[in-house]
């Protein structure tokens, strides 16, 4: 294949940055000469309110599309999660990474631990996020608890956390592994992920190109994972009949077993304070999947 000169399009966030790093080397690995061009986007800039709170979608992708269309990049790397379930007229979604721990993570104050108690942290604790799914799930587990927003990014929220802002924190457990993260003063509580369920494609990298790039999309298959890409699929697709966005207080977790059978696990919430439908779905086939799901959790 034609070795290419090729421009990554990141956030300059130290994960997004980790991110575009990795992609950056697995393609130079193949060969390619790879820059990366930062770019901010909607949610690095508007850091004062909670997702729940901020109108719209792609708040982490719309520029780096743009920066795509107007061709000042070949590809952009997303966390998948944060991506939109609606197509971008001239874009396509060429490939996805391996998948990281897919798991929440809840991470205590010294002064908050309650170890007699669910989770592990003191009655009414004060707990950041500003997810509507990780605030719906964490409501339902504890209904004394109070949950605040939190922006930033990782190592922000995670000092905010250490100064006592909070008492606790929720993370992507992904994002602590990728970065590497020394949290050895604080108490770490993983989310066992068929209860605590994870946002759709949690823990997976998205790399965006345009349609007629069809040079990049081939070189993009070379490093495309088709197993993680079937679980996404349906979790997406979920998500998409749903018509919600990363605001939705909507979990959905997929996995194949050793035998190729398909288990989907789902919470939703109508609002955050309100109790959680759970559905668990097992086929032999991903095909009806998602709507099997879907109609269970509207049932």
């Given at each position: 294949m034609e070795k290419r000169s090729l421009t990554i399009g990141s956030r300059g966030s130290k994960l997004a940055l980790w991110q575009a790093h990795f992609v950056q080397k697995e393609l130079v690995d193949l060969g390619h000469e790879v820059e990366i061009k930062i770019i901010k986007t909607k949610g690095d800039k508007i850091q004062d309110i909670g997702f729940d709170k901020m109108e719209g979608k792609g708040f982490f992708t719309k520029e780096l599309e743009d920066a795509l269309i107007a061709e000042e990049i070949d590809l952009a790397v997303h966390s998948m999660k944060d991506m939109p379930t609606t197509a971008i007229e001239g874009l396509t979604l060429a490939g996805v990474s391996y998948r990281e721990a897919c798991e929440d993570v809840l991470l205590i104050h010294p002064n908050s631990i309650d170890a007699q108690s669910t989770l592990g942290i003191k009655n009414k604790a004060k707990v950041g996020t500003s997810s509507s799914r990780r605030k719906a799930m964490l409501l339902d587990l504890r209904k004394d608890i109070e949950v605040n927003d939190l922006r930033g990014n990782v190592p922000t929220r995670i000092e905010k956390l250490r100064s006592g802002a909070y008492d606790g924190i929720i993370l992507a457990?992904?994002?602590?592994?990728?970065?590497?993260?020394?949290?050895?003063?604080?108490?770490?509580?993983?989310?066992?992920?068929?209860?605590?369920?994870?946002?759709?494609?949690?823990?997976?990298?998205?790399?965006?190109?345009?349609?007629?790039?069809?040079?990049?999309?081939?070189?993009?298959?070379?490093?495309?994972?088709?197993?993680?890409?079937?679980?996404?699929?349906?979790?997406?697709?979920?998500?998409?009949?749903?018509?919600?966005?990363?605001?939705?207080?909507?979990?959905?977790?997929?996995?194949?077993?050793?035998?190729?059978?398909?288990?989907?696990?789902?919470?939703?919430?109508?609002?955050i304070d309100q109790p959680l439908k759970r559905v668990k779905v097992s086929s032999s086939t991903s095909f009806g999947l998602a709507e099997d799901v879907f109609n269970k959790l509207r049932d």
């Open positions: 457990k992904a994002g602590i592994q990728r970065l590497k993260l020394d949290l050895s003063d604080l108490t770490v509580v993983t989310l066992n992920k068929m209860e605590f369920v994870p946002a759709p494609a949690q823990g997976v990298l998205a790399y965006q190109t345009r349609t007629e790039d069809i040079p990049v999309r081939k070189i993009l298959q070379e490093i495309h994972h088709s197993e993680v890409a079937a679980c996404t699929n349906v979790e997406r697709k979920i998500l998409q009949m749903m018509e919600g966005g990363c605001q939705m207080p909507l979990g959905v977790y997929c996995e194949i077993d050793q035998m190729g059978n398909y288990h989907v696990h789902a919470a939703l919430s109508p609002n």
